[in-house]
Each structure stands twice: as C-alpha cells, then as structure tokens.
C-alpha cells in the first residue's frame, strides 16, 4: 500500500522560502514520479508541478516558474519542494501525490493517485 | 488557460442517486479524473480515465465524460458521500494539470 508522510507545519516570512519533505513507502520513486499540489484556505486544489511520466520532463505550473524548486533522494525514498519568495497569498495546505499510469488498455494514462496528509504553510510577519 | 467549472453544490437525499457536473471546452476530448475530499483530510481519487474506480472505491460511484461535460454519479447516497468533489483534467496545451473549483455534496 503506497503512503506519504510529509514534514510538519510550517511558518515563513513574506520573502523567505519553505521547505517541505515527503517520504514514500510501499513502492520505490524508481517506479512513482511525485507532483505536488497546494490549497488555499477555502479553495480548490491548485498544482503546482511535477514530473510528468508522459512527457518524460519535469512540468511546472504557470504560477510557480522561477521560485518552485523539486528535488528526491532516492536512497531515502524521499521527495522535497521549496518555494521561495513567500508572500502572504502563499499561505496553504501543501500536498506531495503520486502519478499513477494505467496502461491497459493502451497507450498508458498516467494520473494524480495518493495523496499525503498536507503540511501547512503559513507566511507571516 | 482551460479552466474546469463546477457547481458550487449539490444535494441529494440518502438513497438517491447524485449527479456531480464538470464543464470544459472539449472536456470529452480529455481524460477526467474525480477527487473526493472531506472536511479536514485529504483528498482521495475516487475515479480515474474517465470511469474507472481505484481499489476500494464503491461501485455506487460511477463516471461519464462527452462533449464538454463529465459527470460523476453517486448512485444510492450515503451520509458518508458528503464532502467536497473535484474533477481534474489534464491541459496537453499548457502542459498543465487542471482542477475544478469543487462541488460540495450534501447528503440530507
């Protein structure tokens, strides 16, 4: 059964940057690409950017070029993000989720699958 | 940017069947998937591919996607089916992943 267990609650300043790990168990990021997904306070779900199996690159969303930064240590089965730049509209729950494909029937679908249980970000003066 | 629209909520008595829309330019052109989320946990996919349900899910959820709208139909609700639902679409485009801004469904 795959898991994610991200770091704990985190608080910023405005212009400062966060860091936040997820740790994958039950497969291996040899075999998973992670994305990482936020939500504001009271709404929907926004990506922010991952590897994208399909497209064999990582993808990042439109708000996030140039302050989004994703990295992974396999040996420790782990998944990292920074944010940098904070500014109080930053302020969110932060998901690390799993790309899943489905290749059957073909050509493979690859989709958004576990999630983790969210760290939340609070950017603050 | 292509942009998903939902319904901002949807009612339905226990029992019943409930019909959760999800609106796009071409949305049928496209691979949907459907996210469950309830208050204070995270989501969890309950469809994907349009119509296929991950392990574990019930099959009183099923899925449809044409033209511009994909539907996900929760057939005899349950109080434990109320929460938040949210399509998602990929956006080849802009190489980009898309959500919709939610539905909440209300079981009473």
């Known amino acids: 059964q795959v898991r994610l267990v991200q770091s704990g609650a985190e608080v910023a300043k405005p212009g400062a940057s966060v860091k936040v790990s997820c740790k994958l168990s039950g497969d291996t990021l040899n075999t998973l690409s992670i994305h990482w997904v936020r939500q504001s306070p009271g709404k929907g779900p926004q990506w922010m950017g991952g590897?994208?199996?399909?497209?064999?690159?990582?993808l990042y969303g439109q708000s996030f070029q140039g302050r989004l930064k994703m990295t992974e240590d396999p040996s420790a089965e782990t998944a990292y993000m920074v944010l940098s730049s904070l500014t109080s509209q930053d302020t969110a729950i932060y998901y690390c989720?799993?790309?899943?494909?489905?290749?059957?029937?073909?050509?493979?679908?690859?989709?958004?699958?576990?999630w983790g249980q969210g760290t939340a970000v609070t950017v603050s003066s | 940017s292509y942009e998903l629209t939902q319904p901002p909520s949807v009612s339905v008595s226990p029992g019943q069947t409930a019909s959760i829309p999800c609106s796009g330019d071409n949305l049928g052109n496209k691979y949907t998937c459907w996210y469950q989320q309830r208050p204070g946990q995270s989501p969890v996919l309950v469809m994907y591919r349009d119509s296929t349900r991950p392990s574990g899910i019930p099959e009183r959820f099923s899925g449809s996607n044409s033209g511009n709208t994909a539907h996900l139909t929760i057939s005899g609700a349950q109080a434990m089916d109320e929460g938040d639902y949210y399509c998602?679409?990929?956006?080849?485009?802009?190489?980009?992943?898309?959500f919709g801004g939610g539905t909440k469904l209300t079981v009473l």
């Open positions: 989720v799993t790309e899943a494909s489905d290749c059957n029937p073909g050509p493979c679908f690859y989709y958004l699958d576990v």
């Open positions: 590897f994208a199996r399909e497209q064999g690159k990582t």
């Open positions: 998602q679409a990929w956006d080849h485009t802009t190489a980009s992943v898309v």
